[in-house]
């Protein structure tokens, strides 16, 4: 495709429960990044990829939140054990990352979770 | 850590002009960019500033001061449609990829 895609566009879950989220970057684009945003809010930083490897994973909330990258494409983020303030948008957004171009990311339409 | 400032709230009016400020609060700066989100929507890349001084892409401007720590987004002949969400965002990790540290955004409503 063209652009990044998420899905599921929505989820709905109750607490307690596991949920996985899945972003397809735009081809051939190295860096992948996850995003939290919540109603009215700024984007909180969750994770980053460089390719299969995660550099900073400073952002994840807690030990509930994991994610993966495989073959260098699609990723993952898992919320385990759901809470109430997991409810947010997760966006994803992936860069070329080549030095002149990896500035601009590109944001996927976004998963909105919601905890029952 | 890192910390951006912008204003929460800017309102206009059509044709007008009008300057959205960031203060950042960072170690590591490499630069500034300028996204933009509808409600509803994703957010999309308006500019980048890795210099000091005046970006411009057609109707926007971006503006940075890496002394003062400040730059600014800049929107002229301002349009109904530019009623969005603005975040500034600050680059700070020297690599091929790096991490953007986003501010809280500024809405911004243009009036007719």
């Known amino acids: 495709g063209a652009g990044v895609s998420q899905s599921p566009s929505n989820k709905v879950t109750e607490k307690g429960k596991d949920v996985e989220l899945r972003c397809d970057p735009i081809?051939?684009?190295?860096?992948l990044y996850w995003y939290r945003q919540s109603l009215g809010q700024g984007l909180e930083f969750l994770i980053y990829?460089?390719?299969?490897?995660?550099?900073?994973k400073s952002g994840l909330p807690s030990d509930r939140f994991s994610a993966e990258r495989t073959g260098g494409s699609v990723s993952t983020l898992t919320i385990q054990r759901t809470q109430q303030e997991d409810s947010a948008v997760y966006l994803c957004?992936?860069?070329?990352?080549?030095?002149?171009?990896?500035?601009?990311?590109?944001f996927g339409p976004g998963t909105r979770l919601t905890v029952t | 850590g890192q910390s951006l400032e912008q204003p929460s709230e800017v309102t206009a009016v059509e044709g007008a002009i009008v300057q959205i400020n960031c203060t950042y609060q960072?170690?590591?700066?490499?630069?500034l960019s300028w996204y933009q989100q509808h409600d509803g929507g994703a957010p999309t890349f308006l500019s980048y500033?890795?210099?000091?001084g005046l970006e411009e892409t057609g109707r926007f401007s971006s503006f940075l001061s890496r002394s003062d720590s400040y730059g600014y987004l800049l929107l002229q002949e301002l349009q109904m449609k530019d009623s969005a969400s603005y975040f500034c965002?600050?680059?700070?990790?020297?690599?091929?990829?790096?991490?953007?540290?986003f501010g809280d955004g500024t809405t911004l409503t243009v009036k007719p």
């Open positions: 965002a600050v680059r700070v990790l020297n690599t091929n990829a790096g991490k953007s540290t």
């Open positions: 990829f460089q390719g299969n490897s995660a550099p900073d």
């Open positions: 500033n890795g210099l000091d």
């Open positions: 081809s051939g684009h190295t860096a």
């Open positions: 960072t170690s590591g700066f490499y630069g």
């Open positions: 957004a992936s860069s070329s990352g080549v030095r002149t171009q990896t500035y601009e990311q590109y």
